[in-house]
């Protein structure tokens, strides 16, 4: 977070000179101290926020795949209405055990067309898929491995 105050300053100031560099030291050091003192802010933090943006990163990639593959079998349904489908309610339940993590699977199935989920109650997620073959594996998906990985990161 200091490098990050320190470049940010760099950049807004639109100079770097040995006098703008040295406020930005002195600047971002006070904000970076004030952030550790009075938000809850440590170099910890950093620490696991760094070692995590990979993690987040392939996420996204992944999340995006997973988008973009659901779309073609969604669109299959939608321009083929004789074919047959079967929508089903899916109950599962996964080892996930923060919030954070529950909510952003919950927000990625329903993000994915053909997929929407309904509830999540302690951990019980209920989903409503288009159709059978979009309701496999849902509960021991990328999405939740990689989720899981996050959290072992974060603890």
């Excluded at 047959?84 to 199935?109: E, G």
């Amino acid at each position: 977070m200091f490098l990050f105050l320190l470049a940010l300053w760099l950049v807004f100031n639109g100079r770097v000179t040995a006098e703008t560099v040295l406020l930005g030291l002195l600047f971002a050091a006070a904000i970076f101290a004030f952030m550790c003192r009075f938000m809850d802010y440590s170099l910890e933090k950093d620490r696991k926020a760094i070692r995590l943006a990979p993690l987040v990163v392939r996420y996204f990639f992944v999340l995006l795949a997973e988008i973009v593959k659901s779309t073609f079998t969604a669109c299959r349904f939608i321009v083929s209405p004789t074919l047959p489908h079967d929508p089903l309610l899916v109950k599962f339940r996964t080892p996930l055990s923060t919030d954070v993590a529950r909510v952003t699977l919950a927000n990625s199935i329903t993000l994915t067309p053909g997929t929407i989920t309904v509830s999540l109650d302690d951990g019980t997620y209920t989903v409503h898929c288009l159709d059978k073959s979009m309701a496999e594996g849902i509960e021991s998906s990328r999405f939740v491995q990689l989720l899981l990985r996050m959290e072992e990161v974060t603890r």
